[in-house]
T-cell receptor
Framework: AQSVTQLGSHVSVSEGALVLLRCNYSSSVPPYLFWYVQYPNQGLQLLLKYTTGATLVKGINGFEAEFKKSETSFHLTKPSAHMSDAAEYFCAVSDNFGNEKLTFGTGTRLTIIP | EAQVTQNPRYLITVTGKKLTVTCSQNMNHEYMSWYRQDPGLGLRQIYYSMNVEVTDKGDVPEGYKVSRKEKRNFPLILESPSPNQTSLYFC?????????????FGNGTRLTVT
């Protein structure tokens, strides 16, 4: 069975500061990993994903994440926070058997301080 | 425009009154799924469908039904709603069988059962 743990249900950073959202996963097989973002009153949108190959993955809006197998982590970062980054962020994992089942973390709400 | 459309966006009903939340996608996706989102619990999968006439239970299927008679539609049915089904519901779709294909989400349906 696969699972995802997101450390910190709420994270606040100042505008222009580094954003770091933590995600650790558990999977019995090599995982596929995703970060989704949810803006108020909207559905989730894909930020980035890791399937195979390069472990540093770049996504939209300047976000990136690094897959670290030894640490079973897939933390999301952005060098400089912008007010528009305020949203809820979800890490998700799926196995690589192509059955499309995603297991989501509980989410991290990011607040940007002006 | 490629999208997943859910209706209604908001729904208030009473215990025991059958309701249907509709979901339609225009991307010719094979895979469709329903999730519910609750504070502190993230997104949990209710049911999913790998293709027409093929549906299966997710993690929290009790009290829900689905059908997939056409590729584009995947309605969620609550035969006898109860207050513990008050939640935010999301429909999502993707290209089934394509490993790592991202989910596309609708904008959600906020259901209140009194």
């Amino acid at each position: 069975a696969q699972s995802v743990t997101q450390l910190g249900s709420h994270v606040s950073v100042s505008e222009g500061a580094l954003v770091l959202l933590r995600c650790n996963y558990s999977s019995s097989v090599p995982p596929y990993l995703f970060w989704y973002v949810q803006y108020p009153n909207q559905g989730l949108q894909l930020l980035l994903k890791y399937t195979t190959g390069a472990t540093l993955v770049k996504g939209i809006n300047g976000f990136e994440a690094e897959f670290k197998k030894s640490e079973t982590s897939f933390h999301l970062t952005k060098p400089s926070a912008h007010m528009s980054d305020a949203a809820e962020y979800f890490c998700a994992v799926s196995d690589n058997f192509g059955n499309e089942k995603l297991t989501f973390g509980t989410g991290t709400r990011l607040t940007i301080i002006p | 425009e490629a999208q997943v459309t859910q209706n209604p966006r908001y729904l208030i009903t009473v215990t025991g009154k059958k309701l249907t939340v509709t979901c339609s996608q225009n991307m010719n996706h094979e895979y469709m799924s329903w999730y519910r989102q609750d504070p502190g619990l993230g997104l949990r999968q209710i049911y999913y469908s790998m293709n027409v006439e093929v549906t299966d239970k997710g993690d929290v299927p009790e009290g829900y039904k689905v059908s997939r008679k056409e590729k584009r539609n995947f309605p969620l049915i609550l035969e006898s709603p109860s207050p513990n089904q008050t939640s935010l519901y999301f429909c999502a779709s993707s290209f089934g069988g394509r490993i790592g294909s991202p989910l596309h989400f609708g904008n959600g349906t906020r259901l209140t059962v009194t």
